[in-house]
């Protein structure tokens, strides 16, 4: 089959109640491009009817491919293995509930055009958010870029458009634990912005509840940062300077001042103090630590359970190719 020039990658996770939506708005988007293009699926391990309807709508469409994990690897996964097998010249990565609009792609296609690697959407606005969610993400993507030392753009996500040299480079990258739009971030490259109003969900919940927020905000830092293991450090000095105040004032107020008493509440407070130090900055130590067994043990990140208008992967050739705009 012939390379396209744009692919578009999709994670799923049980979105039977968007897929039908999300199957007309492709059609009518795909039909205003005027480049050869593909839609890759990656359905990660919904449980739902989510496979079943995407193998229905790949029938006589041979532009639809869909890859099927054998289990629920996570978002962040699913994104990589859509890019491993998407051949385009330029591949688009955006959300199947259609929060990402599909329209914003024409832009972000006239913008590669004019010699841009990566072009990212920024969201202006973000509609059906919940304030608390909306918080959160605003004040996270500060914090997070002010501890770590490459340049991510803020009020992003994972919608973008990203060249075939960009994609080569992100393939080599196989770390366990991924934040994608920070290793974006990291490879370089000529990046620019297209902003956007970033609607509700068509239909369904969210796929990111508070639990896997803090993961994904968790795996984001370790990932780029070490910070937080310096913020130990840090913390230490301090309280070991903290601690040889209190000795000398100890000694003062017993041999100076004779004003000693039993230190029940004091000794109490203390203790208290250092052993909840003192498990915090493990705690710190055992996030980076697992994340260091989980890499060398070098498991795949990702197995293959079915494939729709998929064969053998055949994007390796292409890798010698930097993919210029067409």
Do not use: C
Not at 146 to 158: F, K, N
Not at 229 to 235: E, G, I, K
């Amino acid at each position: 089959m012939a390379r396209p020039t744009l692919s578009l990658v999709l994670p799923i996770y049980n979105e039977e109640e968007v897929i039908p939506e999300l199957h007309v708005r492709l059609q009518e988007f795909l039909s205003k491009l005027e480049v050869p293009s593909e839609v890759v699926f990656v359905n990660d391990g919904s449980k739902d009817r989510s496979m079943e309807m995407l193998r229905d709508i790949s029938k006589g469409e041979p532009r639809y491919r869909v890859l099927s994990f054998a289990r629920n690897f996570g978002h962040q996964t699913a994104i990589t293995a859509g890019i491993d097998y998407a051949r385009g010249a330029a591949v688009v990565v955006m959300d199947a509930d259609l929060q990402d609009p599909p329209e914003v792609v024409l832009e972000m296609v006239a913008k590669w055009r004019e010699g841009f690697d990566v072009v990212y959407g920024k969201r202006r606005k973000r509609e059906g958010e919940t304030w608390f969610k909306l918080f959160t993400a605003r004040w996270f993507y500060r914090v997070f870029a002010a501890m770590i030392p490459i340049e991510v753009p803020l009020d992003t996500g994972d919608f973008r458009l990203m060249s075939r040299r960009v994609v080569i480079a992100l393939r080599a990258l196989r770390e366990t634990h991924r934040f994608v739009r920070g290793m974006v971030s990291w490879v370089g490259f000529k990046q620019t912005a297209v902003l956007y109003d970033r609607p509700g969900r068509f239909a369904g919940e969210t796929k990111y509840p508070l639990r896997k927020m803090l993961k994904f905000a968790i795996d984001g830092i370790t990932s780029f940062s070490v910070l937080p293991l310096r913020f130990a450090t840090y913390l230490g000095m301090l309280i070991s300077l903290m601690s040889v105040g209190v000795a000398v004032w100890a000694v003062v107020a017993h041999f100076a001042l004779k004003a000693t008493v039993p230190g029940w509440t004091a000794s109490v407070v203390l203790t208290s103090l250092l052993a909840a130090v003192q498990l915090l900055m493990i705690g710190i130590l055992g996030e980076y630590i697992g994340r260091i067994y989980e890499q060398v043990k070098g498991r795949p990140l990702y197995t293959v359970g079915d494939k729709v208008n998929l064969g053998k992967r055949d994007t390796d050739e292409l890798d010698e190719e930097e993919g210029e705009p067409q």
